[in-house]
């Protein structure tokens, strides 16, 4: 029922190599038992092995048995196939060195837990180790003979126990992955040293799934980081066709596209593909433009690809490698130094384990050398016994890289420590993936042992460079760590060593899709292309981009901040004032003085003539009130120019209302004194003494009342400084709030109501005496005072920032200026240029004459 479950559930999906392999695996393993099940129900049946059994490549007996599957060879001959005929035995062909290193290394291990007297006391533990071939197929017969062992019948029932309690293997993750699936239905542990996939650490799938290897979750992701962590923004990337490349690759661009990081190509190289197919892949990268290349390929792959890339000259590249390759001494040689040399990658930490190279230097003699021991054999020498292994490099002898065999080595002593504990328990086999599970171990070197809950170990790596000693080969150094149990953003770190790049040198390689943008740039994405292609484009005015280089977005500066033209800094933004310095301010300051002045030059005039009968006549002690108050009116100008302070905002506004509240109470009671001295009926010698002490109350009375209303004001909402942003973006409009605009506007409606008295009252005595006619120039003073301030009004309520305060002041000036030139002036022309008319006959002459003639008629 659950073949077809899984059917029906596939059923309009599309089936891809991992679900295919996955089906055809179990619906293999259940017709052979429900076959065997048959057989079994049948007394007089006996139970046969289907087909021909599979034979170990090496092993040995003993109470304890750990399986092996190891790529020994690495290439099937391919064979042809008959539906007539039942196919011909796989023959595998290239031996594998390094993967025969990793056979040897798990005897020699199991070895030494042989010999050890405190783990498994007087229990042997045997092996049997297969041939997997680095394919899929070869992998499940290595698997099914693990289990089954090599005895064609089993009498009358098929039941049984597998003839190894787990298996150690393999080193591809695709041949892992069939191999789990098998032993995984009969709960046999797989632990693999060199499988990385992902994918085997889901433990729906894989219950019974461990390894001595970090996943490819964790190498991926480091991998981005290194690449972010060297600038590369623009990469290519190729894999192998399989499990271990498809989902490294897929998690490494996932990664990479988190980290800003694009591929421009992802090419996939499969084990089984035809020489044209590499060199198509050659030439993508020779044609792309990026200059690191991310490969994600395993060992017999990366070897295919050197081929072609040595053919067609592909150098120049910065290769950053997986660990499955990355530490490959045999890549490592002259011929490919020209491709490699400089790369960079992840691999396993390297470990040392004693003993190990006497081991495989015994084993290995006669393939080493070429001889034998045997004579008579044609074509092959016969070994004399004088030859020296230890002067012999190759791949099965060098325990200087010992990182992958490492982990077989741990995978082995795991096995032993599971099981040494299930016995010690008393229990059976079946319960052999618990005590796995629960390990926890160090070796000799002090390496500690455990898995986690996915059956994966810590995930830890060593970032290795491809650099030259002195001798002129090719070494791999130590040029970093990754440490995926740090925190976050500290996994990945540098130990400070230089680090020699593609180009034989210590500068770094630029890969980018388009240069860096400066800082006062931001990035433009062009239509059709990955992010990391961009073109830039300068900041808007008011942004910056104060980052080194490539800012995505440019930053708005505070709210009292600028751009500099370099759009790379905020700068404070220039506050706008009337100041003394600039050429407006010096003007009005120059005329405020210079009014100012020329009040003082009249009062002067004034106090020189004061006996005279014109000063006289003119009221002299109103008239130096006023003189005082138009000095006033002149010089509170000058408070409104500056930098506006919290003091010089509640000066200005004051000064100016009480200085010409002042003024004009004293033109005001000037006015109302030369109405009734004209109108009296009394005689005129007493007029003035009477209305003395009514002129002082009318001045203090009409400023007293301008001076209660700026105490309130000031008391309630007094102005203050005021920073505006609305009118200029790139400057800050500094100046004085009203606080209350009531307050304002009443001050200067008490001054307009004033003025509109002072000018009512001047026009109905304008039929005075002419030589006396005083209220004609103060109803000229009165109509220019009111044309400037009726103008005033819409000039002030328009003008943005320093010009408002420039209007105010000129209305002050101006208004000032009027009335200074149409009450003093003419006096002023009479007493300095006609003295001849200041007389209290010619002042008074033209009464008289009106007074004689007006008898006559009589």
């Known amino acids: 029922m659950r073949i077809f479950n899984l059917i029906l559930e596939s059923t309009g999906s599309q089936w891809n190599l991992k679900q295919l392999v996955n089906m055809y695996v179990y619906i293999f393993v259940m017709s052979l038992l429900v076959v065997m099940e048959i057989l079994a129900e049948d007394d007089s049946a006996v139970c046969e092995m289907l087909g021909s059994p599979e034979f170990p490549l090496l092993s040995k007996s003993g109470d304890i048995i750990i399986g092996g599957a190891f790529s020994v060879h690495s290439q099937i001959v391919a064979s042809s196939f008959s539906l007539s005929d039942a196919p011909d035995p796989l023959i595998c062909?290239?031996?594998?060195?390094?993967?025969?290193?990793?056979?040897?290394?798990?005897?020699?291990?199991?070895?030494?837990?042989?010999?050890?007297?405190?783990?498994?006391?007087?229990?042997?533990?045997?092996?049997?180790?297969?041939?997997?071939?680095?394919?899929?197929?070869?992998?499940?017969?290595?698997?099914?003979?693990?289990?089954?062992?090599?005895?064609?019948?089993?009498?009358?029932?098929?039941?049984?126990?597998?003839?190894?309690?787990?298996?150690?293997?393999?080193?591809?993750?695709?041949?892992?992955?069939?191999l789990s699936q098998i032993?995984?239905?009969?709960?046999?542990?797989?632990?693999?040293?060199?499988?990385?996939?992902?994918?085997?650490?889901?433990?729906?799938?894989?219950?019974?799934?461990?390894?001595?290897?970090?996943?490819?979750?964790?190498?991926?992701?480091?991998?981005?980081?290194?690449?972010?962590?060297?600038?590369?923004?623009?990469?290519?990337?190729?894999?192998?066709?399989?499990d271990y490349g498809n989902?490294?690759?897929?998690?490494?661009?996932?990664?990479?596209?988190?980290?800003?990081?694009?591929?421009?190509?992802?090419?996939?190289?499969?084990?089984?593909?035809?020489?044209?197919?590499?060199?198509?892949?050659?030439?993508?990268?020779?044609?792309?433009?990026?200059?690191?290349?991310?490969?994600?390929?395993?060992?017999?792959?990366?070897?295919?690809?050197?081929?072609?890339?040595?053919?067609?000259?592909?150098?120049?590249?910065?290769?950053?490698?997986?660990?499955?390759?990355?530490?490959?001494?045999?890549?490592?040689?002259?011929?490919?130094?020209?491709?490699?040399?400089?790369?960079?990658?992840f691999a396993i930490k390297k470990a040392k384990i004693a003993g190990l190279q006497d081991f495989l230097l015994q084993e290995f003699w006669e393939e080493t050398f070429g001889c034998s021991f045997q004579s008579g054999l044609q074509d092959t020498k016969q070994c004399s016994g004088s030859e020296r292994l230890r002067d012999i490099k190759n791949p099965f002898t060098d325990v200087s890289e010992l990182r992958i065999s490492n982990n077989v080595y741990k995978a082995v002593y795991a096995v032993a420590h599971a099981m040494h504990s299930m016995l010690k328990c008393g229990e059976n086999s079946e319960t052999v993936v618990k005590h796995i599970q629960d390990v926890n171990f160090s070796l000799e070197s002090g390496e500690k042992v455990y898995f986690d809950e996915r059956g994966d170990p810590a995930a830890t790596y060593q970032l290795v460079n491809w650099q030259r000693n002195p001798a002129g080969d090719i070494v791999f150094v130590v040029v970093g760590s990754y440490d995926a149990s740090l925190q976050n953003g500290k996994e990945f770190t540098m130990n400070g060593l230089n680090i020699t790049w593609v180009t034989e040198s210590f500068e770094r390689p630029v890969s980018v899709c388009s240069e860096s943008c400066p800082p006062g740039f931001r990035q433009a994405i062009i239509k059709g292309k990955p992010i990391c292609c961009f073109s830039c484009i300068t900041c808007a005015a008011g942004e910056i981009s104060n980052c080194t280089t490539d800012s995505a977005e440019c930053s708005p500066c505070p709210l009292e901040y600028w751009s500099n033209e370099d759009h790379n800094k905020c700068v404070p933004k220039v506050l706008e004032f009337l100041s003394y310095e600039e050429t407006m301010g010096t003007l009005l300051t120059a005329f405020s003085l210079f009014g100012a002045g020329l009040t003082l030059v009249v009062s002067f005039v004034f106090f020189w003539f004061r006996h005279t009968p014109l000063v006289k006549a003119s009221?002299?002690?109103?008239?130096?009130?006023?003189?005082?108050?138009?000095?006033?009116?002149?010089?509170?100008?000058?408070?409104?120019?500056?930098?506006?302070?919290?003091?010089?905002?509640?000066?200005r506004h004051v000064a100016f209302g009480i200085a010409f509240a002042l003024c004009i109470s004293c033109i005001l009671t000037k006015t109302i004194t030369v109405v009734i001295a004209f109108k009296a009926r009394t005689p005129a010698n007493t007029v003035p003494q009477c209305l003395a002490s009514h002129q002082r109350m009318g001045v203090v009375g009409g400023t007293f009342l301008q001076v209660l209303v700026c105490v309130v004001w000031l008391a309630l909402a007094p102005p203050f400084p005021h920073k505006i942003t609305m009118y200029a973006a790139e400057r800050i409009i500094l100046e004085c709030n009203l606080g209350s605009?009531?307050?304002?506007?009443?001050?200067?409606?008490?001054?307009?109501?004033?003025?509109?008295?002072?000018?009512?009252?001047?026009?109905?005595?304008?039929?005075?005496?002419?030589?006396?006619?005083?209220?004609?120039?103060?109803?000229?003073?009165?109509?220019?005072?009111?044309?400037?301030?009726?103008?005033?009004?819409?000039?002030?309520?328009?003008?943005?920032?320093?010009?408002?305060?420039?209007?105010?002041?000129?209305?002050i000036l101006a208004s000032s200026f009027g009335l200074l030139f149409c009450i003093f002036a003419p006096k002023c022309y009479i007493l300095l240029l006609k003295p001849e008319r200041n007389t209290k006959n010619h002042i008074m002459g033209r009464d008289l004459q009106k007074k004689q003639l007006s008898e006559n008629d009589k």
């Open 93 to 178: 062909t290239r031996l594998n060195f390094r993967e025969f290193r990793f056979a040897q290394t798990m005897i020699f291990a199991i070895e030494e837990i042989n010999k050890s007297s405190s783990l498994l006391p007087n229990i042997s533990v045997g092996y049997k180790i297969f041939d997997s071939c680095g394919s899929t197929l070869p992998s499940t017969r290595a698997a099914m003979g693990l289990i089954n062992g090599q005895e064609r019948s089993f009498g009358k029932t098929c039941s049984g126990h597998s003839t190894v309690h787990v298996i150690v293997g393999t080193s591809e993750s695709s041949s892992t992955l069939v």
């Open 183 to 242: 032993a995984g239905i009969f709960q046999i542990p797989v632990i693999s040293h060199f499988s990385t996939c992902a994918c085997l650490s889901n433990r729906k799938e894989h219950p019974s799934f461990f390894r001595t290897i970090p996943s490819d979750y964790y190498q991926s992701r480091a991998l981005a980081q290194l690449v972010k962590y060297f600038g590369w923004t623009w990469v290519g990337a190729v894999r192998s066709d399989n």
């Open 247 to 345: 989902n490294g690759m897929a998690t490494f661009i996932e990664a990479a596209t988190k980290e800003g990081i694009c591929v421009e190509y992802s090419e996939a190289i499969a084990r089984t593909a035809s020489k044209e197919q590499v060199e198509r892949v050659v030439r993508v990268i020779s044609r792309g433009t990026a200059r690191v290349l991310i490969a994600f390929l395993s060992y017999d792959e990366m070897d295919a690809l050197l081929e072609a890339a040595l053919s067609q000259n592909l150098t120049g590249l910065q290769w950053v490698g997986s660990e499955s390759w990355i530490t490959a001494h045999h890549l490592a040689t002259m011929k490919y130094s020209g491709i490699l040399y400089g790369s960079i990658g």
């Open 619 to 651: 009221n002299s002690e109103l008239s130096f009130l006023l003189l005082f108050s138009l000095t006033l009116c002149f010089l509170c100008s000058l408070t409104f120019i500056g930098r506006p302070t919290d003091w010089s905002c509640m000066l």
């Open 741 to 811: 605009s009531i307050g304002f506007w009443v001050v200067l409606g008490y001054i307009g109501l004033l003025a509109v008295l002072c000018l009512i009252l001047a026009f109905l005595a304008r039929k005075l005496p002419d030589n006396f006619n005083e209220a004609k120039f103060i109803t000229f003073s009165m109509l220019i005072f009111s044309a400037v301030w009726v103008t005033f009004i819409p000039a002030y309520v328009s003008s943005p920032g320093k010009f408002t305060v420039a209007v105010e002041i000129f209305a």
